[in-house]
């Protein structure tokens, strides 16, 4: 790592909007990344998102996984507001 001075612009309320480096110290930067090997999600067909999804397909063995889930988080709404006539 390297350090690289830098000059934070920021919109009229001070928000943080862009950072301004040195162009010599931008083509330092690039350097490196070029030299990074080639195994970000960008450059796999499969994200590791997609992977684990594929990894835990078939695992729910109970039925419709989403009525499941709208069935927990109805009984959920219930015990949350116990003064409701309806629970």
């Not at 950072?19 to 994200?47: C, F, G, H, M």
């Amino acid at each position: 790592m390297f350090d690289v001075p830098k000059k934070i612009l920021r919109a009229e309320d001070g928000t943080p909007v862009a950072v301004q480096i040195e162009y010599d110290d931008w083509k330092r930067i690039e350097e490196k990344l070029q030299t990074l090997p080639p195994d970000s999600a960008e450059d796999n067909d499969e994200t590791a998102f997609e992977r684990v999804l594929n990894a835990s397909q078939g695992t729910w063995t109970a039925g419709d996984g989403l009525e499941y889930q709208r069935r927990l988080r109805a009984e959920w709404d219930r015990s949350d507001n116990p003064s409701d006539p309806d629970s």
